[in-house]
């Protein structure tokens, strides 16, 4: 970066749980800005693997409750919207948070920049706030005052949004959230994904999913749909679902949890296609998948449009129910001789994480410069 070695930077980021998409993100950012501190509201170092040892790490008051608690911090919700306004950011000249929820929340000072990478808009008090709370599963009264909490929390997300001086959104899908949500413009910068180029030129052994197993991902309608075609079937990732998808599986699906890079990158190399199911504001994984020539299927929703090409990357559907999900991987495999798998790459180098240095570190540029002229005049 071109700032002067005075210009001190920190990041901020919602949690270091777990490493998906979002810590992705962060990873870049800890590369492009090596002396900046992490901000979070909670560190597991032993679920993070290793992942940003090494960086000042400084959590927030959450860190400070007993360990049971902390590995169910949804009860921590509550404070949640305190604890990033706590963080001490006054020594920085520029804040970046990286932020699916809290992070965008925090306050700096007048002369502090702060720039808001947006992951999403809160996903569970805007667009899935009436599944969430039917999820919870409570009496009446219990689901009235639940309602209650998630408006404030709505409201308290409203101006946590427009705290930051600039706002960038991973997607337009996620552009047009922040739009109708918050009513603030964003500029649009693709994620960053390393691009490898081990491919293999025969067809894929079984159909692939790398992902948080989380609900809305919506990876028990893919297992019931592969439990009705009988086709293998390979599923990575941790989280909430991982018990119940083992529960569902049949015997031609594998829920192998977590893995390492090293063996998710031997489970892309020999796929035959990625299947992405839930709506989501982006979606690295299908792209690391494109990477290595392998089509995606996905469903015609959120990110994934701005990412698939129909026909020639992969192909979709259009609702995640195992019946429709079930046609689409007929549809995909009839379609196989068409794809080819230097065109898959190509797509997939558009999104690469030198793309995203440049294009993030001449948007970061532009603004000190901007800074610097209204400081002169």
């Given at each position: 970066m071109n700032t002067k070695k005075d210009f001190k930077v920190a990041l901020v980021h919602d949690f270091l749980l777990y490493f998906g998409g979002a810590e992705r993100v962060l990873g870049v950012l800890a590369e492009m800005y090596p002396e900046a501190p992490i901000y979070t509201l909670l560190y597991d170092k032993k679920r993070m693997r290793?992942?940003?040892?090494?960086?000042?790490?400084?959590?927030?008051f959450l860190q400070k409750f007993p360990k049971f608690l902390r590995k169910r911090y949804k009860y921590l919700l509550p404070l949640m919207p305190t604890a990033p306004e706590t963080f001490d950011l006054r020594d920085f000249d520029m804040v970046i948070?990286?932020?699916?929820?809290?992070?965008?929340?925090?306050?700096?000072?007048?002369?502090?920049?702060?720039?808001?990478?947006?992951?999403?808009?809160?996903?569970?008090?805007?667009?899935?706030?009436?599944?969430?709370?039917?999820?919870?599963?409570?009496?009446?009264?219990?689901?009235?005052?639940?309602?209650?909490?998630?408006?404030?929390?709505?409201?308290?997300?409203?101006?946590?949004?427009?705290?930051?001086?600039?706002?960038?959104?991973?997607?337009?899908?996620?552009?047009?959230?922040?739009?109708?949500?918050?009513?603030?413009?964003?500029?649009?910068?693709?994620?960053?994904?390393?691009?490898?180029?081990?491919?293999?030129?025969?067809?894929?052994?079984?159909?692939?999913?790398?992902?948080?197993?989380s609900l809305y991902k919506k990876i028990d309608a893919v297992v019931e749909a592969f439990n009705k075609l009988e086709l293998p079937l390979i599923v990575i990732g941790e989280g909430q679902q991982e018990k119940y998808l083992r529960k569902i599986a049949g015997p031609n699906v594998k829920i192998l949890g977590w893995q390492s890079e090293e063996k998710i990158g031997e489970y892309y190399q020999n796929a035959r296609a990625f299947i992405f199911a839930g709506v989501d504001d982006f979606g690295i994984a299908p792209v690391e998948a494109m990477a290595r020539g392998i089509p995606v299927l996905a469903i015609r929703a959120g990110g994934a449009k701005e990412i698939i090409l129909e026909g020639k990357t992969g192909e979709f559907f259009d609702a995640a129910t195992p019946e429709v999900i079930a046609n689409g991987v007929r549809r995909l495999m009839e379609n196989e001789k068409n794809y080819d798998k230097n065109y898959i790459i190509d797509r997939?180098?558009?999104?690469?994480?030198?793309?995203?240095?440049?294009?993030?570190?001449?948007?970061?540029?532009?603004?000190?410069?901007?800074?610097?002229?209204?400081?002169?005049?």
């Open positions: 290793g992942k940003f040892s090494g960086k000042d790490i400084r959590t927030s948070s990286s932020s699916g929820a809290w992070s965008k929340g925090i306050i700096t000072r007048l002369n502090t920049t702060h720039i808001s990478y947006i992951h999403s808009p809160m996903r569970f008090v805007w667009d899935a706030n009436d599944e969430y709370a039917g999820q919870q599963k409570k009496s009446g009264v219990v689901n009235f005052f639940l309602r209650l909490f998630l408006n404030y929390i709505r409201t308290w997300d409203k101006v946590a949004a427009d705290r930051p001086d600039y706002l960038i959104a991973n997607s337009k899908y996620t552009q047009a959230r922040i739009k109708k949500y918050y009513g603030r413009e964003s500029t649009v910068i693709y994620p960053p994904v390393v691009i490898r180029g081990e491919t293999s030129n025969e067809l894929g052994k079984y159909f692939l999913i790398v992902s948080r197993l997939a180098k558009e999104f690469s994480k030198e793309r995203f240095v440049k294009e993030f570190g001449e948007y970061i540029e532009n603004i000190i410069q901007k800074s610097k002229c209204k400081m002169q005049n």
